[in-house]
């Protein structure tokens, strides 16, 4: 069955300092991978997505994230975080064919301190 | 344009009571998700529509969910005899499928969501 862990429930970083927010996957082939944002009162936000070819994926608002196959992952980055990216983000993997749905992490919350 | 819009945006209501929750999807969207956020989790799928079927309902958890997209465009989510444990934000997101297959390809927009507190 297909799964997603985000192994981290709660990160805080310092304004301007680097993030990295983990995620692994189970599933049988190569998935279809997202991440979302979701800030207090707001809908889901896709930031990135990856479906094949280059491995490194960018996204908007300066996010990227690198899809690993030998380790099942797919872990999000940011050079530089703002304050403004406090919100929670949700890995998600969709599998090939039609109609499927999204199976999503637990999801880890980003607090920025100053 | 207008993005999907769900509403109410809030809903409190006693156990054992019947709710509806409305979604209306981007214009244009023939694909439809309902999913369920209780706290502390991720979305958990319910149930997709591609036009005015209900493609795959494998999420939805007993027989008391029910959902309903009888033109194409604006859903309905219906749970009867609510239970405590429903309570959570219900999610409705759309997205277009070219050729009408609909896939995870295809990138899904969210609306803000409905909380359901069920006391």
């Known amino acids: 069955a297909q799964s997603v862990t985000q192994p981290d429930i709660h990160i805080t970083v310092s304004e301007g300092a680097s993030l990295e927010l983990r995620c692994n996957y189970s599933?049988?082939?190569?998935?279809?991978l997202f991440w979302y944002v979701q800030s207090p009162g707001q809908g889901l936000q896709l930031l990135l997505k990856y479906f094949s070819g280059d491995t490194l994926v960018q996204g908007i608002k300066g996010f990227e994230a690198e899809f690993k196959r030998s380790q099942s992952s797919f872990n999000l980055r940011k050079p530089s975080v703002h304050w403004s990216d406090a919100a929670e983000y949700f890995c998600a993997v969709g599998a090939h064919g039609a109609g499927t749905a999204l199976i999503f992490g637990k999801g880890t919350t980003l607090s920025v301190s100053s | 344009g207008a993005g999907v819009s769900q509403t109410p945006s809030n809903k409190v209501t006693e156990k054992g009571k019947y709710v509806e929750l409305r979604c209306d999807p981007i214009?244009?969207?023939?694909?439809l998700y309902w999913y369920r956020q209780s706290l502390g989790q991720g979305p958990e799928f319910l149930i997709y529509f591609q036009g005015t079927g209900a493609a795959d309902d494998s999420g939805l958890p007993n027989d008391r969910f029910f959902a309903v997209r009888p033109e194409g465009s604006v859903s309905t989510l219906k749970i009867q005899r609510t239970e405590r444990g429903d309570s959570a934000v219900y999610l409705c997101a759309s997205s277009f499928s070219p050729g009408g297959g609909g896939s995870a390809y295809n990138e899904q927009f969210f609306g803000p969501g409905t909380r359901l507190t069920v006391l």
């Open positions: 214009s244009g969207h023939t694909a």
């Open positions: 599933y049988g082939a190569t998935p279809y």
